[in-house]
Each structure stands twice: as C-alpha cells, then as structure tokens.
C-alpha cells in the first residue's frame, strides 16, 4: 500500500493538486531531468492522482521537489492527463496558496525551480499571488493554417512557459466548451499536419482563442485555451496569457508595465504586465487560489485501478 499527501486547490476554476509526500524518488539534478524520470519510471504516479478514479482528465498535478539551490523555496513538477508541462501559471498559484495554508511559507517573494526555468512568486498580505513567469517571447506572427474545407485560420506562435498558437476569434460567446475544444482540436491537428512548430521543433501543444470580454470583469479580452490532453483551461491560464504579454509587446498594443485583464472561459480573471526582457518579455501574472481539499490517497496493493483508468477503460 502507498500514500500520497495532497492538498488540492483551484485557481480562478481550474484544479491544481499539490503534493507534499509520496511521489517517487526522482533523483537529483534539473527539474526538466526529474520531469523525464517521472515520465518514465515515475508515470505510475502520473496516472493514480490525474486518472479516474481519484482524479479526472483537468486537474493538473504539482509534485514538490527538494530544490537545486538553497536559494529557491522549491522545486516544482506540473503533471497532466498528458504528461508533464514546462510550467503552469494557474498551478503555481496554486502551489503557493497550499504552501501558505500548510505554513511552510509566509508573505513575501519565493522562488520555484520548474522545468522550464526559475519563476519568482509573490504571496500578497491579501492572499493574492503574483509570479515572474519565464521570459516569453513570439516566434512567428500572421501563420496561416489551412483547415478542414476552404477553411483557415491565421494566428502567432508563442512562447510562455508552454507553446501556444494565439488566434482572434468574432466571439466566444454562444459555442459550447464541447464546440470551442473540437475547433481547437482542428487546429492542433492542423499546426502538427503542416509542420508549425515551436522553437527547436517543439509542438505547439496549447491552443488559444481570444475574443472581446462579455461580462462585468473589466477585462480586455476572454480567451479559450485547449490543453494538450484534450481539456480546457477554466482559469485564464497563466503561461497561455505570459505568451498573449508577447504578442500584445511585440505589435506594440501594450506598453511595458500597464495593465491587461484576462478573463476566462468560466469568467474568472488573471491581471498581467510586463517588463521588457532581452528577447521578449518577462510577465507578471496575478491571480488567486483556494484551497478545495486536504487529502491521502491510498493506492491498495489489491486495487486495480490503484494506477487509474486508462483511456478506452483499461
Ligand atoms: O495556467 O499556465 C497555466 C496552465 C497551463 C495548463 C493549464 N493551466
């Protein structure tokens, strides 16, 4: 039989499941080397906490590692239904909120080590949290994807931690989550047909439509991002609105340091800006997470879905 200590929360909707003791042994070194070992050999631990029956197909996991520096707080490995990602806004804020309720960190600035680099986070006396993503940056602007038919799509490239295809759309109001993902599905599909890609090859795994804000949010835009295991973001996730600061930078619709709203899907809000960075932008996101659960997972030796239900039910 094994444990695993967790505290789940949710941040502006979207779960995050922060795990404190159990996760398997995954060596020393860069978070990005223990985020391949966990894929291997540690997957087993993927599965139980993200399958059915003791997770579902959008929470995303966060395994705390001891760090590589006395400097940092911590390290941090985000897991999904897919595998694992290079960084998680919505998770880190998450991450933050669950170290805060468990007393292991008090107001003021951390830093995480995640695989896809150092990121500062900021617990506010309000219980706000603020992190300094990895620096972001557009690849390719105007891309134009044949879709389905006569049908195309034109959007940018961009880098926020994960890799992100930003495209405008008339309105997000009136299509289903079911709809939305099925579009976004499309044009995934479409990117990997045609050979757009991130930097070095990378697959652009994270879709991102933007439409003008339709409630009382006073925010400046809303936005739909499909993530790469066939789940939607309900937070206005963090690294796809790190790669949104890139963009709005790199066409010079947003000033360094001023303010932009994103509101998501389910009409929750993150507030960013950014500074200037050597080959991008450095983004600030704020955002705020609540603690839904304090929980040990069991995973019974005697249990056949100890490991969880793979997809098609095995
Ligand atoms: O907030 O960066 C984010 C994120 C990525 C995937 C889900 N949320």
Redesign the pocket.
Known sequence: MQKIAAIDTH?GG?PTRVVFAGCPDLGGGPMRERADRLQGRGDWFRQALIREPRGCDWI?GAALQTPTSTESTAGVI?F?NAGC?G???????GVVEAMAYRALIAQGTHRFETPAGMVTATLHDNRDVSFENVESYRLHKDVEVQLAGDESITGDVAY???WFFLAAVESLAGASTDELSGRCRAIREALGAQHVCGANGAEID?IELFAPPTNNNRAESRNF?L?PGGQY?R????????AKLACLAADGRLAPGARWRQESIVGSVFEATYALSPNGVAPTITGRAFVTGEVTFILDDDDPFRFGIAAGGR
């Open positions: 941040t979207e995303v985000f999904n990602l960084m998680c806004g919505h998770g880190l804020i926020g931690g994960n994270h991002v993530c973001d937070s206005p996730c963090g690294t796809g609105t790190s």
